[in-house]
T-cell receptor, first 118, second 116 residues
Framework: DAGITQSPRHKVTETGTPVTLRCHQT?????MYWYRQDPGHGLRLIHY???????DKGEVSDGYSVSRSKTEDFLLTLESATSSQTSVYFC?????????????????FGAGSRLTVL | AQKVTQAQTEISVVEKEDVTLDCVYE???????LFWYKQPPSGELVFLIR??????QNEISGRYSWNFQKSTSSFNFTITASQVVDSAVYFC?????????????FGAGTRLFVKA
């Protein structure tokens, strides 16, 4: 295993409730990402982190917040879930280098978290 | 702005046929990375290949080959003698900048069905 786990793997919730998804890595990678996967849209970046307490928005950040208080954990929070946030959420990690010939800069993904908002 | 287009939504082939998955990208950067990832029916995402913008050499790995052409902004993926196990969704992706890791953008994916 790549050392990246997501929890919960499945969750059903109701509109308006808060939801937190957790991503935990044991690789000590600096960079962590949250994507959502929807039919016809592929994977879309929600938020990413480039270090502890350093985060930034991706393509589809509205309605989501993130936190990273430790290198190994990256939390995604839906403050008030809506049906449009029903999706499969993937966490990813990477380590970057300015050496363009290196084998880094590749995303390693978690197994995904399927969220259904009723 | 960066963009990845995979115009083929679904492709269906019979086993042993060759198949090419198209990927067209847009970027303003001169330094960027291109990737292909595979998502089999089990749902995990698996890295297949990475190319940087300075290396246009085509690459072959077993039955897989990749054709990178900067002149047409394309990074196409060919599977030779397809097998049922190749059935999956394939994503092309792009990262800009000299770090190559921020904001990796994905195409919508191409679902490949390989029939026995």
């Amino acid at each position: 295993d790549a050392g990246i786990t997501q929890s919960p793997r499945h969750k059903v919730t109701e509109t308006g409730t808060p939801v937190t998804l957790r991503c935990h890595q044991t690789e000590n990678h600096r960079y962590m990402y949250w994507y959502r996967q929807d039919p016809g849209h592929g994977l879309r970046l929600i938020h990413y982190s480039y270090g502890v307490k350093d985060t930034d928005k991706g393509e589809v950040s509205d309605g989501y917040s993130v936190s990273r208080s430790k290198t190994e954990d990256f939390l995604l929070t839906l403050e008030s879930a809506t049906s449009s946030q029903t999706s499969v959420y993937f966490c990813a990690i990477s380590e970057l280098t300015r050496d363009i010939h290196s084998g880094a800069n590749v995303l390693t993904f978690g197994a995904g978290s399927r969220l259904t908002v009723l | 702005a960066q963009k990845v287009t995979q115009a083929q939504t679904e492709i269906s082939v019979v086993e042993k046929e060759d198949v090419t998955l198209d990927c067209v990208y847009e970027t303003r950067d001169t330094t960027y990375y291109l990737f292909w990832y595979k998502q089999p029916p089990s749902g995990e995402l698996v890295f297949l290949i990475r190319r940087n913008s300075f290396d246009e050499q085509n690459e072959i790995s077993g039955r897989y080959s990749w054709n990178f052409q900067k002149s047409t902004s394309s990074f196409n993926f060919t599977i030779t003698a397809s097998q049922v196990v190749d059935s999956a969704v394939y994503f092309c992706a792009l990262s800009e900048g000299d770090t190559g890791g921020f904001k990796t953008i994905f195409g919508a994916g191409t679902r490949l069905f390989v029939k026995a």
